[in-house]
C-alpha cells in the first residue's frame, strides 16, 4: 500500500512540471465543494428543524422549493409571571442565539448567525401582529423581514434577500444623509406600508408626540431613501399603526428634527448634511480651525459651536407648527406668528422648538423656552438655516 502512494504522488510530480504550476491552480478552482446537509450543518433532522424554529417561511426560486428557518441552538423559554407593557401572564418569552437558515433540497445554502441579544414575545397579543421571520408580498421581491418586540409601541426589523442560488443576504439601508443600517423601525402592530414600489415604515416617537415616517425604494441590494416626514401622533385603529400621507411640512419637520438629534449626539457629520445656511459666523467665532492651508469641514464648524462657542446642542423636546404669547384683555392669547408654513418673503418654513437639558431641565435663554427654526426646500432636499441657541459671552 505504501509503495503504491509514492507511485501515485511521483505520478502528480510529474503532471504538474509537464503542465506547470498554472494547471493545477487552475484544476484547484474548479473543486465543487456541495452544501452541508441540514444534519451535517445542525445536527439536526429536517423534521426536527421544521419542530423546533421559532418561524419559517417558504419561497420558490427557479422552480426549486426554499425554506427559511428562525432557529436558536441555545433557546431559552420563560413564562411571563408579571404583566408588562406588551406583555401578559401566560405569554412565552423565547430568548437565545438566533440564526438565520436557508434549506434547499435538504441542503444548507446558507446560515447566518444573527446574535444572542434577540427575543421574542409569544402570546395572545403577539400572535395578532406575526413577530418573528415574515416574508413580504409583492413585486417578486424575494425579501423577508425579522420582527422583534422593543416596547410599547414598537417593533424593529431586519430585512435579508433570498438569492437565486438559495442564499440569504442581509439587506442594508442608505439614508441620502450616509447613513448606512441594517435596522428600521415600525409601530407595534408592526405595519409595512407600500407606496408605489416603496416601503413605508412609521414608528411612534412620544417624546414628541409625532409619528416618523420612512419610505424606501428596494434596488435589488438595498434600500434606498426616498422621503422621510412626521406627522402629530394619532391613535391606532383596528390595530393597524399610525400613517399619515407626506407632507412638505412633515418633509421639513422631520429634516429638523434629524438635524437636532444628530447636534446633541454628536454626529456633526451628519447635522452638516442637514445645515444649510451660511458658515460665515461660525468661521469668524472660530479662526483658529483654519491654519495655513487646511480648509476645515463645515462639520467641524458644528461642533466648534456645540462644544466651545455656547451653542444648546440639546435633545428637541417639541416642534410646534405655532407660537402663542400672552396678551389681550383678560390674559387671553393672541397668534403673533404662524409656523410651520412656506413664508412667501424668504421661501422658508418655520418651526417652534423647544430643549431638554441634559439635566431634564427645559432650556431657557434670556427669559426664552422656544426657538425659532427656519428650513428650507432646495433641490438636493431639505436644509435647517438655523443653529442652535446659545449663551452669549
Not at 419542530?51 to 423559554?77: C, H, I, P, Q, W
Not at 399619515?244 to 452638516?272: Q, V
Not at 440639546?314 to 408654513?341: C, H, N, Q
Amino acid at each position: 500500500m505504501r509503495r503504491i502512494k509514492l507511485l501515485f504522488i511521483a505520478a502528480l510530480v510529474m503532471v504538474v512540471c509537464l503542465l506547470g504550476p498554472d494547471a493545477a491552480v487552475a484544476k484547484r478552482k474548479v473543486v465543487y465543494m456541495p452544501n452541508p446537509t441540514v444534519n451535517k450543518a445542525l445536527g439536526l433532522t429536517m423534521t426536527e428543524l421544521r419542530a423546533r424554529s421559532t418561524s419559517s417561511a417558504v419561497r420558490t426560486v427557479d422552480g426549486d422549493k426554499v425554506e427559511v428557518f428562525l432557529y436558536s441552538d441555545n433557546e431559552r423559554v420563560k413564562t411571563v409571571q408579571k404583566p408588562s407593557c406588551g406583555e401578559a401572564i401566560g405569554d412565552k418569552k423565547r430568548q437565545g442565539r438566533y440564526l438565520l437558515v436557508s434549506v434547499e433540497r435538504g441542503l444548507v445554502t446558507s446560515k447566518i448567525v444573527l446574535g444572542e441579544d434577540y427575543f421574542f414575545i409569544e402570546g395572545l397579543l403577539t400572535r395578532r401582529v406575526n413577530e418573528g421571520l415574515r416574508s413580504l408580498p409583492g413585486d417578486g421581491d424575494n425579501l423577508f423581514a425579522i420582527y422583534q418586540y422593543l416596547g410599547c409601541t414598537t417593533k424593529s426589523l431586519e430585512f435579508f434577500s433570498l438569492e437565486a442560488d438559495g442564499t440569504l443576504k442581509r439587506v442594508h439601508f442608505r439614508d441620502k444623509d450616509g447613513l448606512d443600517f441594517t435596522k428600521v423601525f415600525t409601530g407595534f402592530g408592526g405595519d409595512v406600508g407600500r407606496s408605489g414600489k416603496a416601503f413605508v415604515f412609521c414608528s411612534p416617537y412620544a417624546a414628541i408626540k409625532h409619528t416618523i415616517c420612512l419610505s424606501y425604494n428596494y434596488t435589488g441590494k438595498e434600500f434606498a431613501q426616498a422621503r422621510s416626514w412626521m406627522a402629530p401622533l394619532t391613535k391606532r385603529k383596528d390595530n393597524k399603526d399610525p400613517a399619515s400621507a407626506y407632507t412638505t411640512r412633515g418633509g421639513a419637520r422631520h429634516a429638523l428634527f434629524t438635524y437636532l438629534m444628530a447636534l446633541s449626539k454628536g454626529e456633526y457629520k451628519r447635522a452638516a448634511h442637514y445645515f444649510g445656511a451660511s458658515y460665515s459666523l461660525l468661521r469668524r467665532m472660530n479662526p483658529q480651525l483654519k491654519t495655513g492651508s487646511y480648509k476645515p469641514g463645515g462639520y467641524e464648524y458644528l461642533e466648534r459651536y456645540c462644544k466651545a462657542n455656547g451653542g444648546r446642542c440639546y435633545i428637541p423636546s417639541s416642534i410646534k407648527d405655532s407660537v402663542f404669547a400672552a396678551g389681550g384683555k383678560g390674559g387671553s392669547e393672541r397668534l403673533i406668528e404662524t409656523l410651520g408654513k412656506i413664508d412667501r418673503s424668504d421661501g422658508t418654513i418655520k418651526f417652534n422648538v423647544e430643549f431638554v437639558s441634559p439635566d431634564y431641565k427645559q432650556l431657557e435663554i434670556g427669559g426664552r423656552t422656544s426657538f425659532v427654526f427656519k428650513v428650507l426646500k432646495t433641490s438636493k432636499g431639505f436644509r435647517v438655516l438655523t443653529l442652535p441657541p446659545r449663551y452669549k459671552r
